[in-house]
């Protein structure tokens, strides 16, 4: 199966600053590329996501970038707030989807943000 | 519109004990999965199903069953709990955009 390696395991900042949180993955025929939140009691809930035609992609305060390449994409979570404390995860297709996701995810071990006032 | 609902919420069971996990989906997606959350580890695909009457095994699917009769509805079920068994349960669905939308999960203790 797909193999995902996300860091760090945890990342602490102060609020505004910026956070970046990075995947690896090892199958090159991915081509979607989700992140997501996960609040503490609750499910992971879809943030942003990119698919593999562009190489970067934003959304007000947050922004994903993909190097297809070097097979790496990236969380980019600008102006913290302490409302953005969560566990964050990435994740890739699974399997033989044909690199879309299609119901089944490999994902990341997960980053615990933590954004101090 | 309620999204994806699992049931129950928590559940405690002894060892060799059967249940069933209920999942729930409203939005008329025709991919659902499930997954386990293990601490350290992120989430698992368990099982998963590309539209009903069609199922296949995931990254762990050993010791689990499931079923999709209808496009709504796919329960997971143990046959026969073991303590490694112990995880938060998340049931997800998704449409042809790949976007999973997750329901609550349901936290399972085996004694």
């Known amino acids: 199966g797909e193999n995902v390696e996300q860091h760090p395991s945890t990342l602490s900042v102060q609020e505004g600053d910026s956070a970046v949180i990075k995947c690896t993955y090892s199958?090159?025929?991915?081509?979607?590329f989700p992140w997501y939140k996960q609040e503490l009691g609750k499910g992971p809930q879809l943030i942003i996501d990119i698919r593999s035609n562009v190489g970067e992609k934003k959304d007000q305060r947050i922004a994903v970038t993909l190097n297809k390449t070097a097979k790496h994409f990236s969380l980019h979570i600008t102006e913290t707030q302490p409302e953005d404390s969560a566990v964050y995860f990435c994740?890739?297709?699974?399997?033989?989807?044909?690199?879309?996701?299609?119901?089944?995810?490999?994902f990341g071990q997960g980053t615990i943000l933590t954004v101090h006032p | 519109n309620a999204g994806v609902t699992q049931t129950p919420k928590f559940q405690v069971l002894k060892t060799g004990q059967s249940m069933t996990l209920q999942c729930a989906q409203d939005m008329n997606h025709e991919y659902m999965s499930w997954y386990r959350q293990d601490p350290g580890m992120g989430l698992r695909l368990i099982h998963y199903?590309?539209?009903?009457?069609?199922?296949d095994q995931g990254e762990v699917p050993n010791g689990y069953n499931v079923s999709r009769s209808t496009t709504e509805d796919f329960p997971l079920r143990l046959l026969s709990a073991a303590p490694s068994q112990t995880s938060v349960y998340f049931c997800?669905?998704?449409?042809?955009?790949?976007?999973?939308?997750f329901g609550p999960g349901t936290r399972l203790t085996v004694l």
């Open positions: 997800a669905s998704s449409g042809l955009a790949g976007e999973q939308f």
């Open positions: 994740a890739v297709p699974w399997g033989d989807a044909g690199g879309t996701s299609y119901g089944k995810l490999t």
């Open positions: 199903s590309v539209g009903a009457g069609i199922t």
């Open positions: 199958d090159s025929a991915s081509n979607y």
